[in-house]
C-alpha cells in the first residue's frame, strides 16, 4: 500500500477485485445482494460466492486466517489483468485503452503482483509501460499528434502514465 495521504493509491485500493468465499459466513450475504433477505439462514455469505469486494479488503480477507485454518477468502486476478488483456497488450500495447480496464492499472498490477506469482505479467506490463512511454513522449512533442489521430490513445492513458506525460 502507498503513502496513506496519497489519493493515487487510495483509489487503487478501492478498485474491485474477484473474490471467492472459502467459508460461510454469517451475516455477509448482502455483499452476494441477499439484502432482503428475512433469516440470519438466508443472510449467508455462502461457501464458495464470488463477489467483487475493494482491493484493501479483499486482501485483508485473504491473509487473515487463524492457525491451522484456510483464508476466508482467495483473490482472484481482476479482469484488468486477465489473460485476454495481456495478449492484447503483448500484440499491441498502444492500441489497448488501459483507462477503461482500470484508472490505476499499473498500481493495481503492482499491487496484485505483491499477492500473485507471474512472472510474465510482469514482462508484458514491463514491456507495454516502456512502449507507451515511447508513445507518449512522441505526443509530448508533437503537438498536432495530441490533437489529431492521438487522441483516442491519450484519453486511454491511465492515472501513471497521464503523471508522466506532464511536463
Known sequence: MGSYYNVDAILTDAQKIPCTFELTVPGLGYWDGNSGADTDSERKMKQGARVELPLWLGEMLAVSQRLGTSPLVTLDIPAALSPRVMNALKANPRTVDLRSLAPH???LAERILDLFE???????????????AAEI??????PRGA????????RGLDETERMRELP
Open 147 to 154: 490533437v489529431g489521430e492521438g487522441g483516442d490513445f491519450l
Open 137 to 142: 513522449a512522441d505526443h509530448a512533442h508533437n
Open 105 to 107: 492499472l499499473y498500481g
Open 118 to 132: 507471474e512472472d510474465e505479467m510482469v514482462d508484458v506490463l514491463s514491456e507495454t509501460f516502456k512502449k507507451r
